[in-house]
């Protein structure tokens, strides 16, 4: 906006809010009454609200009162924000596996988020999240996660095979700090342990049949985002850096453990209903000799198509790109085909990151997808893809979830 002289702001109010407390908003509002109406600040007021879980559309109003003076109204559309979660697949037994649970993102009508989860693979796993994105002020942020996995895990060395059982209690408190609208940098510390048990196969020279051990975890991210929002379609860009360090015995004696993960993502809007997205995905990590190295491949991860935990290394590159086009669209309902290309490089533990790039190291899988997108519930994507191996062993798999992939 531009104007000819200097616009007091005599007063700001918010419409629209059902569920959300008022008082919470305001907290990530830096427009300030009595000073000059500054339309940039005001921009940035409506990306931070739309970021919000509990937004899902918003906008702002001027209103001049007199001459020099005027009144700014923000306008919020709400989102649902207690989301079931649902996953059903098999396992390596060719059991039946599945997973539920239950987020509220904007728990009290403070934007808190408390989620909770059961999954059932074989052996029994759960997990709580609590967290206050606007801790004192609406730069700070603070989480506590704690969680219990346990996993059976094919484990090969050379052409012998074994089964190991893997479980991994972990508890961890996370602190962040917003800097301005781009850039959030976190910190976070906790303990984990960790028992891995043979269950049947062959003998292993580098896994003892059976090994236990109690962890520190520390762990450091930024996350820089400059993305323009309009209810699901999304346009610019955003990378996320992760550095975990883990302090601990492990099978190979070797006490500290480390690793980066970063990703690049970027969205292009085409048109009225088209949308491009792209993510690289590249991860390092200190090369001990494990046989549960921290990197995989995965259907709902990186690789659509390649199957669940089908293999691991100790470095990982991946590039996903999907083109999505909008072939229905209701007041509150959208419906999205996509066709995407996943490519992956995972180097094998001993090996250096450059033999990600090996041909035999490498998978690649293209295919297309439906998404199923509620407008006024966040993270309502019903997501289901199918994914065809190209240039490598035929294989090809049925990919549903929850949330768009990236």
Known sequence: MLFGQTLVLDSLGIEGLKKTKEIYLRKLIQTEVGKPLDSLKMAEDITRIIREPAVSHAYYTVVFTTENHCRVLYTIEENK????????????DKQFAFHLGVSEYNAFGRGYTTSGFYRRNIFSAYGIILENPNFITSSFELKFVGQRHKTLEPIREGSLESYYEFERKSAEVV??????IKNKTGLGFGGLGEIYQRNRGDMLSNAPEYFKTQKLLLSLFHNYEKIDYYYYFRNGIKNIFAFNFVSGNNFSNQKDFFSFDNSLLYYHRLGK??????????????????????????????????????????????????????????????????????????????????????????????????????????????????????????????????GQFF
């Open 175 to 180: 602190f962040a700090y917003e800097w301005n």
């Open 273 to 402: 209903k088209g949308n491009w997205a792209g993510r690289l995905n590249v991860g390092v990590s200190k090369n001990i000799i494990t046989p549960f190295p921290v990197f995989f491949w995965d259907n709902n991860k990186n690789l659509r198509g390649v199957g669940n935990l089908t293999r691991r290394g100790n470095s990982l590159w991946t590039l996903n790109n999907e083109y999505r086009y909008t072939l229905l669209e209701l007041r509150w309902l959208a419906v999205q085909g996509n066709a995407f290309f996943d490519v992956g490089g995972l180097s094998p533990v001993g090996d250096s990151f450059f033999k990600s790039f090996n041909r035999s190291n490498i998978a690649a899988f293209s295919g297309i997808g439906i998404r199923f997108i509620h407008k006024y519930i966040f993270k309502a994507v019903l997501r289901i893809d199918y994914g065809i191996n190209i240039g490598g062993t035929p294989s090809k798999g049925l990919v549903f979830g929850v």
């Open 81 to 92: 924000t207690l989301i079931p979660s649902v996953d059903l697949w098999s396992t390596l």
